[in-house]
């Protein structure tokens, strides 16, 4: 198995709710990442963990707040996100937190109305 | 700050042509380079990557060329299929510890059957 499974694919949202992007991998790796990605964009980092501890985080608003349960699922919780939040977010891992061979799910865009 | 860009947005290639795509860094300390290749719908998806000890590599139809000398890499794709359209990006690991990884700016490429 060497897939990234994100749900949900698609995600409409208001400025009010509160919603959870999750992500799952069972390649034994060690390292979990969460991406941004706007339109025509490259993905932009927004938090790493490793070995389940948050070992980054690109100064990314409060109002998105990254949970790492186990090492095999990465969850994002939403809340009270802005119309300029809306983008394609990227879950992916690796095997020892390096950087290196990334594998990335598909993606949850998600709209903020 | 450090930067990791691309020469050109949109690169049309005919099938059975090779092609190459270009990718300008600026950080002379970076030590380590990835190709993604992202599909319409899909995350990004790992091709190749390169040491700065190595000047080339060579994987299935793919070769990267690092010329450190004045910073610059490129993807050359041989024998262009139309299942290579996609966008390419290089992406750039921060050589303290690889985790937080930058994506330059993308080049779009589209194979004309």
């Known amino acids: 198995d060497t897939e990234v499974t994100q749900t949900p694919k698609h995600l409409v949202m208001g400025m009010t709710n509160k919603k959870s992007l999750k992500c799952e991998q069972h390649?034994?790796?060690?390292?979990m990442y969460w991406y941004k990605q706007k339109a025509k964009k490259p993905p932009e980092l927004m938090f790493v963990?490793?070995?389940?501890?948050?070992?980054i985080n690109e100064s990314v608003p409060s109002r998105f707040s990254p949970e790492c349960p186990n090492s095999s699922l990465l969850n994002l919780h939403l809340h009270a996100l802005q119309p300029e939040d809306s983008a394609l977010y990227l879950c992916?891992?690796?095997?020892?937190?390096?950087?290196?061979?990334?594998?990335f799910g598909q993606g949850t865009r998600l709209t903020v109305v | 700050g450090e930067s990791v860009g691309l020469h050109l947005p949109t690169l049309s290639v005919q099938e059975g042509d090779n092609s190459i795509i270009n990718c300008a860094y600026s950080?002379?300390?970076?030590?380590?380079f990835i190709w993604y290749k992202q599909e319409s719908g899909k995350g990004p998806q790992f091709i190749i990557d390169?040491?700065?000890?190595?000047d080339k590599r060579q994987g299935q139809r793919v070769t990267v060329l690092l010329n450190k000398t004045v910073k610059h890499l490129s993807l050359q794709i041989a024998a262009t299929q139309p299942g290579d359209s996609a966008v390419y990006f290089c992406a750039e690991p921060d050589s303290g510890g690889y985790q937080k990884v930058t994506f330059g700016t993308g080049t779009k490429l589209q194979v004309i059957p």
């Open positions: 963990y490793s070995y389940e501890k948050l070992s």
């Open positions: 950080n002379s300390a970076s030590d380590y």
């Open positions: 390649m034994g790796h060690r390292a």
């Open positions: 390169i040491r700065s000890n190595m």
């Open positions: 992916a891992s690796s095997q020892d937190g390096q950087g290196t061979e990334a594998f």
